[in-house]
């Protein structure tokens, strides 16, 4: 959350930080990646901006299969409401 809001703030570095922390303590998140990726590329950092965005390609499909499935388990236990 602190790192989306110093992207927003135009504090790049420190929100790089940020998704460096979070990415350390779970890896698995992939929106983390694209995040820091657009930190990155804000920074002039290209190379390491499109290693980000490789490794969400690279693993996209598993991760909103993931994110599909924790959706459905929300919605069967009443915790998300649909709306129109």
């Known amino acids: 959350m602190l790192g989306k809001c ?3 703030l135009g504090e790049f ?3 790089s930080i940020c998704f460096n922390k979070s990415i350390e303590l779970n890896p698995d998140k992939l929106e983390n990646y694209i995040l820091r990726s657009k930190a990155s590329s804000a ?3 290209v190379n390491i901006s499109q290693r ?3 490794h969400f390609t690279k693993n996209k499909t598993e991760y909103l299969e993931h994110l599909a499935e924790q ?3 929300l ?3 009443g915790k998300v409401l649909e709306s129109d």
Do not use: F, K, P, Q
Request: avoid cysteine; proline fraction near 0%; aromatic fraction near 0%.
């Open 6 to 8: 110093l992207l927003a």
């Open 13 to 15: 570095a420190e929100a």
């Open 43 to 45: 920074l002039g950092l």
């Open 52 to 54: 980000d965005i490789d």
């Open 71 to 73: 959706a459905s388990r």
């Open 75 to 77: 919605r069967s236990s």
